[in-house]
């Protein structure tokens, strides 16, 4: 690892198998989670005249709701880990592209003049997204959270 692109290339690598990983944990929960019936037994009787908030089975219902909403919720954490690391490594798989088209002399020369001015490129980024945060932010102080 004595290139910063080596390191690049091999956490792109990692956040791959990470990405195939999680999906196949969520394949596997999705088989579990369908499961999930249409309706709960949770309530003894609501007809009654009296006590309808009664719970059958001692609450057995209630308890298998709470399971299976645990699992689906456990579900959206594993496909927004899956989103983020393809997020990732979409941004890393980019700049191993560029670094891969270096040894072309017409599109060498562009990755090369990016490289050389990377530093005033980051500054140019900071200065851009501090303005564009600050008018995103100014939106939402003014809109609220939906525009309608």
Not at 7 to 32: G, N, P, Q, R
Not at 50 to 61: E, M
Not at 125 to 130: E, H, N, P, S
Request: aromatic share 12%.
């Amino acid at each position: 690892f004595n290139k910063f692109s080596n390191f690049m290339d091999a956490t792109s690598l990692l956040i791959f198998l990470a990405s195939i990983s999680t999906w196949i944990v969520m394949v596997y929960f999705t088989e579990e989670v369908l499961k999930i019936q249409t309706s709960y037994d949770v309530y003894e009787n609501l007809d009654a005249d009296g006590n309808w908030l009664k719970l059958a089975n001692q609450g057995l219902g209630l308890q298998e709701i709470s399971s299976s909403m645990l699992q689906v919720s456990q579900l959206a954490s594993a496909m927004n880990m899956y989103t983020f690391l393809n997020a990732i490594n979409i941004l890393l798989m980019t700049m191993r592209t560029l670094k891969l088209m270096d040894f072309h002399p017409d599109v060498g020369m562009i990755t090369r003049t990016v490289r050389e001015a990377g530093d005033d490129l980051i500054n140019f980024m900071v200065l851009c997204l501090t303005l564009v945060f600050g008018y995103a932010m100014m939106g939402a102080f003014l809109f609220g959270s939906s525009i309608g």
